[in-house]
């Protein structure tokens, strides 16, 4: 199973037939992605996706449906059951992933302390170690939590602890999940020498915040893990991101 983690950067309709070619996921977590209708209309040809899921602003009906949380599969792989989330927590989605290794994916696009739904929601605050504490025992198959989270350890010294990304850290080591990048490749958390964002503002800066925390039983079935190239996916001009590829024997 393939697993691909990616910051779109909008304008996924132009984009998405390169990701297919270049990395073949079964299951893509995509950032910035319409929802399906507007994907749908604008994509060209027909959908390559067997089942799509997608989560927006709130509140609900999404104020930029040009703009959310994706979760496609392909191939064997469809979504069999979306689950609800709080309205409060933006841009997650939760779904039961079926196929040859059946999971349940709780999937995040964190705005953490920039998302506007903090003053009323803070215990979103970051929202993917929130997502993991609320929904992460309620699916019916091993979770995996993944996405692009826009934290890093690097950040946390001088913040809050509700704030810092120790917190995502913590739920998923409570939940028995393991960063498939840093257990491939024996990197301490904030030590990363693979960049997932190139930042285009002052100084050029790179940063790691893109993850994909599998269960530690899967870490026997871990093939790969890879890191899309600066070359391939930023200098292009696809985006400021670049994929988290993760392989799984089935």
């Known amino acids: 199973m393939r697993l691909v983690v990616w910051n779109a950067n909008m304008a996924v309709h132009r984009k998405l037939d390169t990701v297919l070619q270049r ?3 079964d299951v893509l977590v995509l950032c910035e992605c319409a929802d399906e209708a507007t994907l749908s ?8 996706w067997t089942s799509m899921a997608w989560a927006g602003k709130v509140p609900d009906p999404p104020k930029k449906p040009d703009k959310g949380l994706a979760v496609m599969t392909f191939g064997d792989y469809r979504i069999a059951a979306q689950q609800p989330v709080h309205p409060g927590m ?9 196929g040859p290794l059946p999971f349940s994916l709780i999937a995040v696009w964190a705005m953490n302390h920039r998302a506007s739904n903090i003053r009323t929601f803070p215990q979103s605050n970051p929202q993917p170690a929130a997502a993991l504490t609320a929904y992460g025992s309620e699916g019916s198959h091993p979770t995996v939590l993944a996405g692009d989270f826009n934290h890093n350890v690097f950040w946390d010294p001088g913040m809050p602890h509700a704030k810092q990304h120790a ?17 491939r490749f024996g990197e301490a958390q904030g030590t990363e020498t693979a960049p997932t964002l190139y930042w285009r503002g002052a100084g050029h800066e790179t940063f790691h915040i893109d993850y994909a925390f599998i269960p530690e039983q899967w870490l026997p079935r871990l093939r790969d893990v890879s890191v899309g190239s600066k070359h391939d996916w930023i200098d292009s001009g696809l985006s400021d991101h670049a994929p988290l590829v993760v392989d799984v024997a089935e």
């Open 23 to 25: 990395l073949h996921p």
């Open 41 to 48: 209309g604008k994509y060209p040809g027909n959908p390559q």
């Open 90 to 98: 933006e841009w997650v989605v939760i779904a039961d992933i079926v």
């Open 167 to 183: 917190r995502t850290l913590e739920a998923a080591k409570r939940a028995g999940l393991v960063s498939a990048y840093h257990h």
